[in-house]
C-alpha cells in the first residue's frame, strides 16, 4: 500500500524560499509518476511538477525557472525547492504518486507567502 506525507511548508515572505519534502512508503524510484499539486482557494488542483519513472520531469509554465524538482534515493523523497515565492504560490501543496496499482495522495501541505 502507498502512502505519502508531505513535510516543509510554512510562512514565507515574497523573493523568499522553502523546500517541501515527500516521503513514500514504497520506493520512489519505482513510481511513474510521483510529484506536486497545489490547490489555492476557490481554484482546482493543479500540477506543479512531476517525474516519471525514466526521469523526465514536467513542470507548470507558472514555475519554469523559480521550482526544482528532486528525487532522494537515500531518504526515499521527492523534494520541490522553491525559490522567488510569489503570493500566486499560496495554495495547499499534495504530494502525489503512482506505483503499479497503487497510487496515493498526501495530505498536503499549506504555502502561504506573504507580499
Known amino acids: 500500500q502507498l502512502q505519502l506525507v508531505e513535510s516543509g511548508g510554512g510562512l514565507v515572505q515574497a523573493g523568499g524560499s522553502l523546500r517541501l519534502s515527500c516521503a513514500a512508503t514504497?520506493?520512489?524510484?519505482?513510481?511513474?509518476?510521483v510529484g506536486w499539486y497545489r490547490q489555492a482557494p476557490g481554484r482546482q488542483r493543479e500540477l506543479v511538477a512531476s517525474?516519471?519513472?525514466?526521469?523526465?520531469?514536467v513542470y507548470a509554465d507558472s514555475v519554469k525557472g523559480r521550482f526544482t524538482l528532486s528525487r532522494d534515493n537515500a531518504e526515499n523523497t521527492v523534494n520541490l525547492q522553491m525559490n522567488s515565492l510569489e503570493s500566486a504560490d499560496t495554495a495547499v501543496y499534495y504530494c502525489?504518486?503512482?506505483?503499479?496499482?497503487?497510487?496515493?495522495w498526501g495530505r498536503g501541505t499549506q504555502v502561504t507567502v506573504s507580499s
Open positions: 502525489y504518486g503512482r506505483h503499479g496499482v497503487f497510487e496515493s
Open positions: 514504497l520506493s520512489i524510484l519505482a513510481m511513474d509518476p
Open positions: 517525474i516519471g519513472r525514466q526521469g523526465h520531469i
